[in-house]
């Protein structure tokens, strides 16, 4: 269809300039990635139906309205027009690193290192790789682990789509290749690697604490068969060592040039993506795997793309605005004081998510309106405060796209995956992460 072939082409467009933009600041890409984005929204507008459509075009309209009220000159109102854009450069790059672990027959490694006998032990095993891949692979690690799945799994489809929904979400709490880490650190302006590390430390607490039980009770049950041990040959050495310069790579660049975050990790997506085929050999290969996803996969981000230019433009129009709600400014001593506010900030988010509100939009309204450094709370803490909320937001709404896929698979409803099945763990994780975070606050402040 037409409408498809525009949608990807401006998509692209939007892509590379706003790659462009971010590493030179020019007043021409500035006007014609505007010019752009104003081109995808219309085409959007026919390619999305019912509620999305409805309020991301209110949140748009009203953008207009407060920029002609406030005379807000248009060389403003520009940069908040293409404020968020950058974000989607992310579904756009990010995909491509899946071509050549696909070419690879890294997936048929990962087969092989997941063939145990014992029922109890793969739910743990499947839950680690998918926690792996969706670290850089997104939502595309759910599809990908769903092959390794077995008859075993069809006994309890809730506990399979749970564990799965659990890993993937978790894997939002300290990642740099989901769009929920460049929020988080263009809204805070928190340390990139700092987050990192204070997320990976939190997500390896949380999963320690959750299958270190079962794994104590199958070892007394002694059901874990000792030949069952891990084997790391050449292809898994590869693709770890691929991951480590993943990582590697954009912390080193970050902290040794002032790039945007969410640049570097396009760039490296291309860069890594490209160059691993070319030591595969696969390159006609990963050209055909390069138009297949620009045929069948770019089309299908119209959700995001929507979203991010909608909310972004209504949210740096209000922070220009400084419509701010003003917060007493409490002592460091006050710690019950920012546990909750870090609490509600959480709770609240999630709350609104699970009827169908994009946990992006809740977390840029508080954050436009909301003077939360007045509270003594550090950037970093914020940042991580954003990326566990839009992970549980993710895992209780039954709107949310990795529930949705999850629950095709699994073949149970969306709302006993995320709510059923994952309402005391969340709670859990909300809990303990406020807690966390709040003396991690108190102590480097």
């Given at each position: 269809?037409?409408?498809?072939k525009l ?14 933009l ?5 007043s ?21 139906n ?37 974000f ?36 743990y ?7 792996f ?6 939502l595309a690690?759910i599809?990908l ?6 008859s ?9 789509g ?8 978790l ?7 989901f ?9 805070s302006k928190?340390?990139?690697g700092s987050?990192?590390?204070l997320?990976?430390?939190l ?7 959750t299958?270190m039980?079962?794994?104590m009770?199958?070892?007394?049950q002694q ?7 891990i ?8 693709l ?5 310069l993943l ?5 080193l ?19 890594y993506?490209?160059?691993w085929?070319l ?14 996803f620009a045929?069948?996969?770019l089309?299908?981000i ?31 001593v ?11 900030f959480?709770f ?18 508080f ?11 550090q ?12 992970s ?11 529930n949705m ?12 995956i ?8 969340a ?7 406020t ?11």
């Amino acid at each position: 269809m037409m409408i498809n072939k525009l949608h990807t082409c401006f998509l692209l467009v939007i892509a590379a300039l706003s790659i462009v933009l971010s590493l030179f600041d020019f007043s021409l890409i500035k006007i014609m990635l505007g010019i752009s984005v104003l081109f995808m929204f219309v085409i959007l507008l026919f390619c999305t139906n019912g509620i999305p459509r409805i309020v991301y075009s209110l949140f748009f309209i009203m953008s207009i309205f407060l920029t002609w009220h406030y005379h807000i000159p248009y060389s403003v109102a520009v940069d908040h027009l293409n404020s968020n854009t950058i974000f989607i450069s992310l579904f756009v790059c990010i995909p491509l690193l899946k071509i050549p672990i696909d070419q690879g027959n890294y997936l048929e490694e990962i087969r092989n290192l997941l063939t145990v006998k014992n029922k109890g032990f793969f739910i743990y095993a499947i839950s680690a790789v998918n926690f792996f891949l969706s670290s850089f692979l997104n939502l595309a690690s759910i599809r990908l682990v769903d092959q390794f799945k077995d008859s075993r799994m069809n006994e309890n489809p809730n506990k399979y789509g749970a564990y799965l929904n659990r890993s993937f979400n978790l894997a939002v709490c300290w990642t740099p290749y989901f769009a929920a880490f460049s929020v988080a650190i263009s809204y805070s302006k928190g340390n990139p690697g700092s987050l990192i590390l204070l997320g990976l430390t939190l997500c390896c607490i949380i999963l320690l604490a959750t299958v270190m039980p079962g794994l104590m009770k199958l070892k007394q049950q002694q059901d874990i068969p000792p030949g069952n041990r891990i084997r790391f040959n050449s292809k898994i050495v590869h693709l770890l060592s691929f991951y480590g310069l993943l990582i590697g790579s954009l912390l080193l660049i970050e902290y040794i040039t002032p790039i945007n975050t969410i640049a570097i990790i396009c760039l490296l997506s291309i860069f890594y993506s490209a160059s691993w085929t070319l030591l595969q050999g696969t390159v006609k290969e990963f050209l055909h795997g390069l138009r297949h996803f620009a045929k069948r996969d770019l089309p299908n981000i119209r959700f995001e793309a929507l979203l991010f230019i909608s909310v972004g433009f209504f949210s740096h129009t209000l922070i220009w605005l400084d419509w701010k709600v003003q917060l007493p400014a409490w002592s460091s001593v006050s710690l019950g004081y920012i546990w909750l506010f870090i609490f509600l900030f959480i709770f609240f988010v999630v709350f609104i998510a699970f009827f169908g509100i994009h946990h992006l939009v809740t977390i840029t309204l508080f954050t436009a309106s909301v003077h939360w450094q007045q509270l003594g709370i550090q950037p970093v803490i914020y940042a991580m405060v954003i990326l566990i909320s839009w992970s549980l937001a993710s895992m209780i709404s039954p709107f949310s796209a990795a529930n949705m896929i999850i629950s095709r698979l699994a073949n149970v409803k969306p709302v006993q995956i995320g709510l059923l099945m994952n309402a005391g763990y969340a709670f859990g994780f909300m809990l303990f992460s406020t807690t966390f975070l709040t003396i991690i606050n108190y102590f480097i402040s």
